[in-house]
Every structure is written in C-alpha cells, then in structure tokens.
C-alpha cells in the first residue's frame, strides 16, 4: 500500500507556543489529505479536509485560526497548532487518498503513523 | 451518514479465528462497508471493504448479510500481531470529499 509520513513523530513544547506538524505521501500524489486528533482511548475525530491548492475545511467546533492547515503541493499538507495548551495535547494523526469524483465511497486513505504532542 | 454498531471488545487465542461483527441496520443501497484498523500507537490502516458481495484479500474476509444490514470481519487466524481496534465504517458510493468518520470500533485482544 502507499505510505504516508509524519514528521515529529513526537513533540514536547510549552503552553503558548506553536508547533507544526508535517504530512507526506511519499510515493503517490495526495489531491485530498486529512487531519485527525485522538484522545486516550477513544476514536479518532475528523478535523479537517484539505485539498491540494485551496483551503481546508474545517469540521463543526474545530477552530481554524487555532488549527492552521496548508496543502501547498500534491505530497505536503502540514498542521500548525498555534498558542498551544495543555488541552491541545493529543494525537494528531494525518491521511492521505487521491479520491475519485465519481466512485469515492470505494476509496482507500493511507494514514500516516501520528504524531503525538504533549503540551506543558 | 448511517451509524455502525460493534461490540466495544472482543477476546480471541492466537492462531484461531476471529469474526469481528458490525451492525448497520440503516445502510442504503449506495454505501459501501469499510474496514480499517488501528495498532496501539499507530494509525489506521486500511483492511478491507465490500458492497453487496463477500470479499476476500490477504488480510481478511468480509462476509456480508443478505439485507445488507450488518457484517463480519473474518480474521482466518489471529496473531499477536492482530491485536488492535477495529473500525467499521460506511461511505456512500459518492463519498463526499472522501473523508472517513470513525466510530467507537472494538477493541481485538489476542491472548498467546
């Protein structure tokens, strides 16, 4: 299957400061990416859809100037956390898929291996 | 979007099978039946999906009803390696931007 990295795997950083978080599909070229968090022991949570060249949209209660999303080429979407805090501490996990216009309930998203950021 | 059921956990022994079953009794004509899992600290990755049809593919089967209305994963023989939570999730045949929603899954211990 296509693989997807994520770069840190891990972050520790200070309350108020900002972290970025990279997304690579690096062997096929990523038109749609997705950005997830998780919380211990519970599912993953759909944040935000990113397309190639335009803007992300965000899903309902998730704040896009806190969670900035750039999809500039076909295999690099990046997640910046800004003015983190303690409650932002999660796993942030991201997934790529070329989908289809027509068909797309049929398509495959490779995840990335997730990033785990620990704000103090 | 229609909603799945799964039990939130499931035991198995290593080297047996495993059925790992999911309820959707609202499915509609168009949505297909997707299976991911997840390794402890890892992401997701994908298992296998199906419509109407049982499938088959070097990770899993999936056996599906009849009506259409609930599903099995089929892990021929678990392993160790097996042990993660796994998703059942439906997408409509015109996925709207792709994107996947994942629900509580169930969590897969494999016992040596």
């Known amino acids: 299957g296509a693989v997807v990295s994520q770069h840190p795997s891990w972050v520790i950083c200070k309350s108020g400061t900002s972290v970025k978080i990279e997304c690579r599909s690096l062997?096929?070229?990523?038109?749609?990416m997705f950005w997830y968090r998780q919380f211990p022991k519970q599912s993953l949570m759909l944040m935000a859809t990113?397309?190639?060249?335009?803007?992300?949209?965000?899903e309902q209660g998730v704040e896009k100037d806190k969670f900035l999303i750039n999809h500039a080429s076909l295999t690099l979407s990046t997640l910046t956390v800004t003015s983190a805090h303690p409650e932002d501490s999660s796993f942030y996990i991201c997934?790529?898929?070329?989908?289809?216009?027509?068909?797309?309930?049929?398509?495959?998203?490779?995840f990335g291996p997730g990033t785990r950021l620990t704000v103090l | 979007d229609a909603k799945t059921t799964q039990p939130n956990s499931m035991e198995s022994n290593e080297e047996e099978p495993v059925h790992l079953p999911c309820n959707h009794s609202?499915?509609?004509?168009?949505?297909?039946i997707h299976w991911y899992r997840q390794l402890p600290s890892q992401g997701p990755e994908y298992v296998i999906h199906?419509?109407?049809s049982n499938v088959n593919n070097r990770m899993a089967s999936l056996a599906i009803a009849e009506d259409r209305k609930s599903s099995t994963l089929i892990l021929h023989r678990a392993t160790l390696r097996d042990a993660a939570v796994y998703y059942c999730?439906?997408?409509?045949?015109?996925?709207?931007?792709?994107?996947?929603?994942f629900g509580q899954g169930t969590e897969l211990s494999v016992k040596p």
């Open positions: 199906g419509l109407t």
């Open positions: 999730i439906l997408r409509p045949y015109y996925n709207q931007g792709g994107k996947l929603i």
């Open positions: 062997d096929f070229q990523a038109t749609t």
């Open positions: 990113s397309n190639e060249g335009s803007k992300a949209t965000y």
């Open positions: 609202t499915i509609s004509g168009t949505d297909y």
């Open positions: 997934s790529a898929t070329s989908p289809r216009r027509v068909g797309g309930g049929t398509d495959t998203q490779y």
